[in-house]
C-alpha cells in the first residue's frame, strides 16, 4: 500500500490564482481531512469527509473547496490564492468508527503564495 | 469542540522517561483519546490510542483515569530521535462525523 500520497510537493502561486491540492489513499477508509500547519504552529482542520459525496467544513475552511467522489481521492482547491494561505497542507485518512480516529497523514504539501 | 491543554514544550536527558500529561475536561462519552508525534516536515503520526485506564504498545504507555478528564502518555527511556512534537487528541462527541482538533502539541527535546 502506498497509503497517502499528496500532490505537489511544493507550489508557490501568485496572489490570486487558483489550484487544486492532490491526496489519495489506497487503504479504503471512509474518513479524510486536510489540514493547514503555519510555522511553528499545531494543525488547523480545513475540510473533512465521512464517506464519497459527504464533506464539512472544519475550523478554517474560508478561500478552499472540497469534493469527494470517490472513497480514494479528496482534492483541496484554493479558490484565489492570498498570502495568508501560505501554509504546510495535509491530508490524512482513517477508518471511521464511533469515536476512535487512527489517522494516517500525508508527506504534506508545502505552498507559498507571493 | 472538545478543547485540549498541553505543555507547550518539556525537555528531558536521554535515557528518562518522559510523562506528558493533556487535560480534556469536555470530552464526551464516545470520544477516545489519541496522541500522534510529528517530527520536523512530517506529517504526524500515530502512537497510541485509549478509551479507559491503561493501554500500552510497543512505542508507549496511555494513563487515562477513571474520569477521562485529563490523561498522560509515558514514554519509556526516550532517546534522542524521540524529540519532536507530541499531540493529544479527542473528538467532538460526534461519533463518525467527528471533527478532529488539534492542541498547540508539546515540543519534547531530548539531549545527551
Known amino acids: 500500500n502506498a497509503g497517502v500520497t499528496q500532490t505537489p510537493k511544493f507550489q508557490v502561486l501568485k496572489t490570486g490564482q487558483s489550484m487544486t491540492l492532490q491526496c489519495a489513499q489506497d487503504?479504503?477508509?471512509?474518513?479524510m481531512s486536510w489540514y493547514r500547519q503555519d510555522p511553528g504552529m499545531g494543525l488547523r482542520l480545513i475540510h473533512y469527509s465521512v464517506g464519497a459525496g459527504i464533506t464539512d467544513q472544519g475550523e478554517v475552511p474560508n478561500g478552499y473547496n472540497v469534493s469527494r467522489s470517490t472513497t480514494e481521492d479528496f482534492p483541496l482547491r484554493l479558490l484565489s490564492a492570498a498570502p495568508s494561505q501560505t501554509s504546510v497542507y495535509f491530508c490524512?485518512?482513517?477508518?471511521?468508527?464511533?469515536?476512535?480516529?487512527?489517522?494516517?497523514f500525508g508527506p504534506g504539501t508545502r505552498l507559498t503564495v507571493t | 469542540l472538545a478543547k485540549t491543554t498541553q505543555p507547550i514544550s518539556m525537555d528531558s536527558y536521554e535515557g528518562q522517561e518522559v510523562n506528558i500529561t493533556c487535560s480534556h475536561n469536555?470530552?464526551?462519552?464516545?470520544?477516545?483519546i489519541t496522541w500522534y508525534q510529528q517530527f520536523p516536515s512530517q506529517g504526524p503520526r500515530f502512537i497510541i490510542q485509549g478509551y479507559k485506564t491503561k493501554v500500552t504498545n510497543e512505542v508507549a504507555s496511555l494513563f487515562i483515569p477513571a474520569d477521562r478528564k485529563s490523561s498522560t502518555l509515558s514514554l519509556p527511556r526516550v532517546s534522542l530521535s524521540d524529540t519532536a512534537v507530541y499531540y493529544c487528541l479527542v473528538g467532538d462527541g460526534g461519533g463518525t462525523a467527528s471533527k478532529l482538533t488539534f492542541g498547540t502539541g508539546t515540543r519534547l527535546q531530548v539531549t545527551l
Open positions: 490524512a485518512s482513517s477508518y471511521s468508527f464511533q469515536g476512535s480516529y487512527e489517522q494516517y
Open positions: 469536555n470530552i464526551a462519552t464516545n470520544d477516545y
Open positions: 487503504m479504503n477508509h471512509e474518513y
